[in-house]
């Protein structure tokens, strides 16, 4: 069996989804080949999309946007929306591709994916099982345009408005998001999670409670607003550990901070998220629905910062109003209930039950006793 892997750089978790199910597939002795659909549009055209993507986000036009997609991908139902006719471009190409390499089916954790596959699907090039990963707590616009064999949703509660919105419930299957298998217990214990961290990040006192706060890939949120309110409570009893990606700025600003507070720790981009979540008490995270998956599934309290307006915003009241994380756009009242779940072994424990009891941990298994099953 060999599976094609079709995402698009606008955002990582799109990327991280289909590289966990690619990973598990590798383990099952499945050949897997993870591409990013924007390559087949032409030269440089994943960077430049990568970089308008990025744009919007800093300058704030991302929620608009989205706002603004909502509403064209609900006038549009019956018909296809501008975002179909952009990816039917380039779908040749990718035909191309597929048709010399073989596959035996094809995964999309991408819209951009998921309508280039489905014009090709349309015009009769493909006739292996196609699916789309849905990465997100919501149906993001223009999903609708698309037609796959079938859609993964994170959870049950999300079919029906993914329903309302133009997809068909028999083609939906609400079997979770796949992430990286190091995120899946059993987990390091902390202590000996912190030992490694010590040695590998220079981190220093293993005793405190730990707080990780991760800011995505590019490094987004009002992550130095939350650092001044950590040290106003909590001044330096406790550790707090800034991941800034790739946002150099963000890291350069924080580590003037640092020099200056004992207590507070700034990385760069790192592969040992794993590790960092595992040493850790209490994570502040914007409301990624890749991010926020790992961390439930790795079972450790959540504290979800201040979305990106659209997806985000609907992951985050996912996960609040089922008790799997805490928000709230006032920093202080995150600060609070840090050092609540901190405090407060029952706060604690009933959100580490909610987690368990929302979250999937054979996500991928599924996925491919399903395709093996074709």
């Known amino acids: 069996m060999k599976v094609l892997l079709l995402s698009c750089s606008t955002g990582e978790g799109h990327n991280s989804a289909a590289k966990a199910y690619g990973d598990y597939l590798s383990s099952r002795g499945v050949e897997s080949v993870f591409r990013d659909v924007l390559g087949f549009a032409g030269k440089n055209v994943t960077q430049k999309a990568s970089e308008i ?8 036009l991302f929620g608009i946007i989205y706002k603004l997609g909502s509403a064209i991908s609900d ?14 471009k380039y779908c040749s190409r990718l035909g191309e591709y ?9 995964v999309c954790s991408h819209i951009f994916a998921a309508d280039a596959v489905t014009e090709l699907k349309r015009r009769g090039r493909i006739k292996v099982p196609t699916m789309m990963i849905m990465t997100d707590y919501t149906m993001v616009p223009f999903t609708k345009d698309s037609d796959l064999d079938w859609y993964l949703t994170p959870h049950a509660d999300v079919v029906d408005f993914c ?16 992430v990286r298998r190091e995120f899946y217990p059993p987990k390091m214990t902390r202590d000996e999670a912190r030992r490694i961290c010590k040695k590998e990040f220079g981190l220093l006192d293993t005793h405190k409670p730990w707080f990780l706060m991760m800011t995505g890939s590019m490094g987004y949120g009002k992550i130095k607003e939350t650092v001044k309110e ?3 409570s909590f ?35 790192t592969e040992k998220v794993s590790l ?15 991010s926020s998956t790992e961390a439930a599934v790795k079972n450790i309290p959540i504290i979800h910062t201040n979305p990106i307006p659209g997806c985000e915003t609907a992951n985050a009241e996912f996960f609040s109003t089922r008790f799997m994380s805490f928000y709230s756009d006032k920093i ?12 407060d072994e029952a706060v604690r424990d009933q959100m580490l039950k909610a987690q368990r009891q929302y979250t999937h941990l054979d996500t991928c298994e599924k996925i491919t006793e399903l395709l093996l099953g074709i």
């Open 276 to 290: 960092l979540m595992d040493a850790c008490d209490v994570l502040f995270t914007k409301p990624g629905g890749l």
């Open 98 to 106: 597929i048709d010399s390499n073989d596959f035996d089916a094809i």
């Open 230 to 232: 950590i040290l106003k």
């Open 235 to 269: 001044n330096d009893s406790v550790e707090a550990v800034v991941v800034c990606g790739f946002n150099n700025k963000l890291k350069n600003e924080l580590s003037h901070i640092a020099t200056r507070h004992r207590g507070i720790h700034v990385i760069g981009y």
């Open 75 to 88: 006038w549009t139902i019956g018909k296809s929306s501008p975002v179909y006719w952009a990816n039917k």
């Open 53 to 60: 993507y990025n744009s919007t986000l800093s300058n704030h």
């Open 332 to 343: 202080k009242a995150q600060v609070n209930m840090a050092g609540v779940l901190c405090r």
């Open 163 to 178: 329903v309302e919105h133009g997809l068909s419930r028999e083609k939906i299957l609400p079997w979770g998001i796949p």
